[in-house]
């Protein structure tokens, strides 16, 4: 049976990146996405599948129950792959407000849809609940902190969020949980490390100083940068969610990661170093970008500039896999160095894109 995909906030970074991905690979599924196109939404983000027969495109909110239960009944959907939310940690410290809307009520108001249209209404019509998944897409971020000797997050880490930001993750984490548990909800809930490829936002780490690069702006680094994060490539995660949804079983979660720590710091010199060569392999790349001095020069790393750390910031992130890799036959296909690489391509190929956004 071929599937009928919701997707929210599909017009995003991770969203639209799996959703590019599964209309590759399922070419006769019908996707649908839904998004309320705030900051971090591009329509741009979705050229390569716009014209396919089986996509649509919804501008509305999930917080619109009616609308939600609408999509639900009218385009018989049997699958609801969750990303719309709120992610940016900066932005959850100065204005929470929009993280408790979006990531707790937006979730609950899609369960409550789910459970009306998927299980309620069969139900009271005599009828069978319609066979569906809700598959709910978190981070790593609810596990709370680590310390460098710790052993890595896996599923059974008690929740410990630091961030309005993680708070309300997890938050709607646990709604998930638990219309599955009281209402029969079929649900799984992956919980993934820091994304990173094509469409990225530009405010996140690996963007920023890619753009901030080519535009001689200083390259900030909070702290004294040691912070330590585990980076997947953002098409490994789409991957990772296609083996949940196929193979995964009804209640479970399931960690998606790389287990490919790096300290920020690092990984800004590292995108420094790479920058620097690609303006001394690509003589083109300086008449592209006038501004990039110190690429230009192979001295992109004097960019770099420590400022305060912020309120709250974690330490270290790391994702054991392992459930993952054993379950679901789950191994991520690039290496960071073939994704770091691809995605400063994609970048200095597709300013026309983050121009627009900075």
């Known amino acids: ?48 599948v716009k014209d396919h027969v089986g996509f649509e495109f919804i501008h509305g909110n999930i917080c619109d129950t009616k609308l939600v239960e609408t999509l639900l009944r009218d385009k018989q959907i049997n699958t609801i792959v969750h990303f719309a939310a709120e992610s940016h940690v900066d932005r959850s410290i100065t204005g929470p407000d929009a993280f408790i809307e979006t990531n707790i009520l937006g979730t609950y108001s899609l369960l409550k849809a789910a459970r009306k ?33 710790d052993p890595a ?7 410990a969020p630091n961030s309005p930001y993680s708070a309300s993750k997890a938050a709607s984490d646990h709604l998930v949980r638990a219309y599955h548990h009281t209402y029969g ?48 490539y953002v098409e490994d995660h789409a991957r990772g969610i296609e083996l949940v949804l196929n193979k995964g079983i009804n209640g479970e ?20 170093s ?20 110190s ?17 709250g910031h974690d330490r270290r992130y790391a994702i054991d896999a392992s459930k993952s890799f054993t379950v679901l036959n789950y191994k991520p296909e690039k290496t960071f160095e ?6 400063i391509t994609w970048y200095l190929e597709n300013d026309s894109w983050w121009k627009k956004l900075i």
């Open 1 to 48: 049976m071929n599937r009928k995909l919701l997707v929210t906030g599909g017009a995003g970074f991770i969203g639209a990146n799996f959703v590019n991905y599964w209309v590759k690979q399922y070419p006769e599924d019908i996707v649908v996405v839904i998004d309320a196109l705030t900051y971090a939404g591009n329509l741009a983000n979705l050229e390569l």
């Open 117 to 149: 249209i998927w299980i309620t209404e069969p139900n009271d019509a005599g009828k069978a609940s319609i066979p569906h998944r809700f598959h709910h897409v978190s981070t790593d971020e609810v596990y709370g902190t680590l310390e460098a000797s």
């Open 153 to 159: 997050f896996h599923e059974n880490t008690p929740y």
């Open 185 to 232: 909800l079929n649900v799984t809930t992956s919980n993934c490390s820091n994304n990173y490829g094509p469409y990225h936002f530009p405010e996140k780490l690996i963007p920023l100083i890619i753009t901030n690069i080519l535009n001689e702006k200083q390259l900030p680094i909070y702290g004294d940068g040691k912070q330590i994060r585990d980076w997947l």
């Open 253 to 272: 979660n399931y960690n998606i990661g790389g287990h490919n720590e790096w300290k920020n710091v690092d990984i800004v010199n590292l995108i420094c």
């Open 274 to 293: 790479l920058m620097n060569n690609e303006f001394s392999e690509n003589p083109a790349l300086a008449k592209k970008y006038p501004n990039a001095v």
């Open 295 to 311: 690429a230009r020069n192979g001295k992109a790393e004097n960019l770099i500039k420590y400022v305060m750390d912020r309120a």
């Open 338 to 343: 073939e994704g770091i690489r691809n995605t």
